[in-house]
């Protein structure tokens, strides 16, 4: 079974940044595609970032496209979402996902296009 861990959320002002941690383990990091996600309070569970499983291959939501930058080491089973510019919009708990059966697809924009999903990290964003 494939577990998923977010770490690297907390307090930051707006125009700041933060780096989240996504750490797996039980398989080959590799071997499957991650998306970020996020949810603020009151709100639905939106789509972030997604990439592919070598990561040559990336999608942005409108939203962050141009501040956030998804990447990943497969080599350290880790995934990374890089958010610069913060805003108070962007004030949510992050999640991470992965989907272990299916490659590159446009379904990896979808909540339901993931196998797997870590516990969350909340970011907060103060003016």
């Known amino acids: 079974q494939v577990q998923l861990e977010e770490s690297g959320g907390g307090l930051v002002q707006a125009g700041g940044s933060l780096r989240l941690s996504c750490a797996a383990s039980?398989?080959?990091?590799?071997?499957?595609?991650m998306g970020w996600f996020r949810q603020a309070p009151g709100k639905e569970r939106e789509f972030v970032a997604a990439i592919s499983r070598s990561g040559q291959i990336t999608l942005y939501a409108d939203s962050v496209k141009g501040r956030f930058t998804i990447s990943r080491d497969n080599a350290k089973n880790a995934g990374y979402l890089h958010m610069n510019n913060l805003n108070t919009e962007d004030t949510a708990v992050y999640y991470c996902?992965?989907?272990?059966?299916?490659?590159?697809?446009?379904?990896?924009?979808?909540?339901?296009?993931?196998?797997?999903w870590g516990q969350g990290t909340q970011v907060t964003v103060s003016s």
């Open positions: 039980g398989r080959t990091f590799s071997s499957y595609c």
């Open positions: 996902a992965v989907d272990v059966t299916q490659p590159w697809g446009t379904h990896l924009v979808r909540e339901n296009g993931y196998d797997h």
